[in-house]
């Protein structure tokens, strides 16, 4: 049953662009929801009607991001060095040539073990693993019920925000096979703004096991 709604039709999504524009940060619908009267599911809906006519204003300098379970308005990427430059925000913001390798290993495979991982790239990954796990750009989200039980990642909202997509379908498309671990995936549990465990990787080996370790500690920090 509908919520009472707390405000008018013709308000609504003025009342969206402006609680997303004051959170800064993915909004979700079941708070919106609350916030405004309605159900979830309506709206997700108006939210999602909403960005597609927001979005197709090109001379607008952001843009309404939708997910799952929430939503959010962001600068549009063009914009990023003049941002840069008139907030004083001099740490670089790109991530290196290894850490979007592995993304992308992990984002058109998922969920992947690390093994998987190291016999795509024919290095040891643990290092940039971890490091986008700290980034949360990926997350271990189970374990593979095969001897030593490894962790599998799969990547995250903010991997999808950063990127500017809403889910990974929206990827270019790569002909090439998907691989699956073989295995039976067990659940894992992660608690919320956890940053979850890696299957043994400490970052011990992060000394010449990675070619490109160093581009790393320039990566973006979330």
């Given amino acids: 049953m509908d919520n009472v709604q707390k405000v008018e039709n013709k308000d ?9 524009f004051a959170a800064g940060h993915p909004v979700a619908y ?24 927001y979005n197709a204003v090109s001379s607008r300098g952001i843009m309404m991001l939708t997910f799952e379970t929430s ?21 670089g913001g790109n991530l290196s040539a290894s850490s979007l390798e ?26 940039v693993v971890n490091n986008l796990c700290e980034k949360n750009l990926i997350e271990a989200c189970g374990r ?8 599998i990642y799969r990547t995250t909202p903010t991997f999808l925000r950063c990127f500017g997509i809403d889910s990974l379908e929206q990827l270019p ?36 096991k990675d070619e490109a370790v160093e581009n790393d500690a320039q990566d973006i920090e979330e």
């Fill in 71 to 91: 939503a959010q308005l962001c600068t549009k990427e063009k914009f990023l060095p003049l941002i840069k430059e008139a907030l004083g925000i001099r740490k």
């Fill in 144 to 151: 593979l019920d095969v001897p030593g039980r490894p962790n």
């Fill in 102 to 127: 592995v993304l992308a290993i992990i984002a058109y495979n998922e969920p992947v073990t690390r093994a998987f991982i190291d016999t795509v790239r024919k290095v040891d990954s643990a290092y």
């Fill in 30 to 53: 079941s708070k919106l929801a609350e916030v405004l009267g309605f159900t979830e599911a309506t709206i997700k809906k108006k939210v999602k009607a909403f960005a597609e006519k």
């Fill in 12 to 20: 609504t999504e003025s009342a969206i662009e402006a609680i997303l």
């Fill in 173 to 208: 498309y790569v002909d090439v096979p998907r691989a699956k671990p073989e295995g039976e995936i067990i659940p894992l549990e992660i608690p919320e703004g956890e940053a979850p465990e890696g299957e043994g990787d400490t970052g011990e080996g992060a000394s010449g």
